[in-house]
């Protein structure tokens, strides 16, 4: 029994630190890496035929681990209206507008020192014959390697990188149109007041649309401008997406607004997207106190009008009344004189 013991206490002992092991290593691919891309984003131009070359920032922002990470590139397309990315890990997946196929990196892995910042180079090489338009690409490094699979390259784990946007010069089609421009609801009781803008991309570049919505009141003054895609988010080939800006204040509001949304978008030919809507802002408390305030001023006027109307018929009886008695004489011989009536008058008589 007592050799049993230790053998049961090692055994123990050695699980738990196996449980322990595992769920910190979970718990660091939970959390991601500690790692810092620069420039999250890269837009840039090539011509058919030509070589670009550039490289990606990465930072190691731990101050105790040491990173060894892969390289992964990637196509990707849009997700959703939001301005989401859909990676694709299929090989055999492709979309008219990829960019991997034509990026190389040099290295299948770095190792990056705490607090440390390397430069990620990477290549493009466009064909002579590739068509005008936009091709997406983004470069990876995670804490994974590659694992080639049928179809597809999966590299399972944590990565962090850069997206590519790059347009390939040439006759390109630069056409988007406005699907959607309403408020979140007809009428506010306060601001804010949320707008729904939706642009559809139907060329073959991915476009830009910068503007604003112009605000007036009822009276036709202009109230504020609200911009649209501060950020610079792009509309990609083929598909959709909103942008939700609003309106906020806080100077008392009330009454109908005009809203006239004036959007841009293309670089070699700049066109216009326009459209106007209304809506209103009703603040329901503040009306039904001043309706509430302006009828029992309403209620007050006519109870002065009749108060004042009955003093003044009181006075005017009060003043006959004294008149009737100062004089009381005259008043009585007025009324005992009588009417005189008509006596007939007799003519002279005529002497003969």
């Known amino acids: ?23 910190t290593s979970l718990t660091k691919a939970q959390e991601g890496l500690t790692l810092q891309v620069s420039p999250p984003i890269l837009e840039i131009e090539i011509k058919p035929g030509e070589t670009y070359s550039d490289f990606i920032k990465f930072e190691n922002l731990s101050a105790t681990e040491t ?3 892969y ?3 990637l196509s990707f397309k849009a997700k959703g209206d ?17 960019l991997a196929q034509w990026v190389v990196i040099s290295t299948d892995m770095v190792v990056i020192k705490p607090l440390e910042r390397i430069v990620l180079p990477f290549t493009i090489t466009v064909p002579v014959d590739a068509e005008p338009g936009g091709r997406y690409a983004a470069v990876f490094l995670g804490n994974q390697p590659i694992v080639p699979e049928e179809g597809s390259n999966v590299a399972l784990g944590a990565k962090t990188g850069s997206i590519i946007l790059a347009k390939i010069s040439g006759d390109v089609t630069e056409s988007a149109t406005l699907t959607t421009f309403k408020t979140g609801k007809e009428s506010y009781q306060y601001p804010p007041v949320d707008f729904e803008v939706v642009i559809k991309n139907n060329g ?26 501060k950020s610079g988010g792009n509309v990609l080939p083929e598909s959709s997406r909103k942008y939700t800006p609003s309106w906020e204040t806080d100077k008392f509001t009330l009454g109908k607004f005009t809203a006239v949304l004036n959007l841009t978008y293309g670089e070699q030919n700049p066109m216009n997207l326009s459209q106007t809507i209304s809506f209103w ?26 108060t ?45």
Not at 9 to 20: A, H, K
Not at 85 to 97: G, L, P, V, W, Y
Not at 204 to 229: A, C, L, R, S
Not at 323 to 348: F, G, L, M
């Open 204 to 229: 073959n570049i991915h476009v830009k649309p910068e503007g604003n919505i112009q605000i007036t009141n009822m009276f036709g003054k202009e109230v504020t401008k609200v911009d649209i895609n």
């Open 281 to 306: 802002v009703l603040p329901v408390k503040e009306i039904v106190i001043a309706l509430a305030a302006l009828s029992l001023l309403i209620l007050l006027f006519f109870v002065l009008v009749k």
């Open 308 to 352: 004042y109307n009955r003093m003044i018929m009181k006075k005017a009886l009060k003043m006959r009344e004294e008149v009737e008695k100062t004089n009381p004489i005259t008043n009585t011989q007025t009324s005992a004189t009588p009417t005189p009536q008509n006596t007939p008058v007799n003519p002279p008589s005529q002497m003969s």
């Open 1 to 23: 029994m007592k050799k049993i013991m230790p053998l049961f206490t090692l055994i123990v002992l050695t699980l738990t630190s196996f449980i322990f092991l595992l769920s």
């Open 67 to 69: 990173l060894t990470l």
């Open 71 to 73: 390289p992964q590139i």
């Open 82 to 98: 939001e301005g989401a990315q859909e990676f694709i890990e299929d090989t055999a997946e492709t979309t008219n507008f990829s």
